[in-house]
DNA sequence: TTATAAGACGCATTATGAATGTATGATTGA
DNA sequence: TCAATCATACATTCATAATGCGTCTTATAA
């Protein structure tokens, strides 16, 4: 009962974009790219590729091929719930598997109600976040990542 | 993020031993064995034994060897809470992980606070819940299980 | 006292899925 | 056209959950 790194690695990349798009604020955002998000929290380009990829259907970044291609948030920071994110990328599968292969008890069974409310108590709290609130300490972020590069 | 077939298991053990209990309380309860609920569950001896010893270390069945042993609930249905078993079974390990490898953001990120909070908020709620709560509907559920034998 | 039925428990193996890697295609800018 | 970048399918590795096996210990009945 873990979060996946894949999921970790999503909100990575979008803390690194928000810290990143307030930076440059004057001239509009730069790109980022998958080899630097890799280089600062030193991670396979070849998972990163992925998450990016998959943040893009999301369409909670904007990504650009080509050359000089990259990505930026496409949302404002206060408008990406963390709920949704997590739920997203977890791929937001049952807590408790009752069939498959099925459980004689499930027709009498209030484990699974009980579980899914848990579950939903849990997205519901972390709705109350955004990529914002993860910003609270920003200038050290930025400190942090420029470091990395 | 799943729960684990492990604890699956370890409560339906226990609710099988509500049952079960309820259903002899004129002379006492008669141990269930390990074979028993392998019949009715359909699952594997081997893996069925380490969870009724996890569950008999936990002090939540009382487990008797040799000729005619098995094992009944040590705790009234009531008492047992659904949070206590799950968080037991399932190791109550970090749901997202920071260090280890270590994440260079770790210094000014919020997220771990955040997820750490969510989850003690789904325990939380479990915590109101107990065997008894998912004994509800105690007779069908004992139908369903004479039916396996 | 012996045979047998039960759990205790360590070790080995298998299965599953996350994590990672490789390869190639598509797109864009210089 | 070339090089940089994301897109995407496929393959492989690795971690660990899940399961299996063997043997020990304990208790009871014959």
């Known amino acids: 009962m873990q979060l996946k790194k894949y999921t970790d690695y999503g909100l990575r990349i979008l803390m690194y974009l928000a810290s990143h798009d307030a930076d440059e604020s004057q001239e509009g955002p730069k790109l980022a790219t998958i080899r630097e998000i890799c ?3 030193d991670l396979s380009a070849n998972h990163v590729n992925k998450v990016v990829h998959h943040l893009g259907r ?3 970044i904007e990504t650009r091929r080509g050359k000089n291609g990259g990505f930026v948030l496409a949302q404002r920071p206060e408008d990406i719930s963390l ?9 937001d599968e049952r807590w408790i598997e009752c069939e498959n292969p099925y459980c004689v ?5 209030e484990l699974r109600g009980i579980v899914a ?3 939903e108590l849990f997205y ?7 990529l914002k609130s993860l910003m609270v300490k920003a200038p050290q972020l930025r400190q942090i990542f420029a470091a990395g590069r």
């Open 39 to 41: 280089d600062t929290f």
């Open 124 to 130: 519901e709290y972390l709705d109350q976040y955004t």
């Open 105 to 109: 008890a499930l027709p009498a069974c």
């Open 58 to 60: 999301l369409e909670l």
């Open 117 to 119: 409310r848990g579950k």
């Open 83 to 91: 709920a949704f994110v997590i739920r997203q990328l977890e791929g």
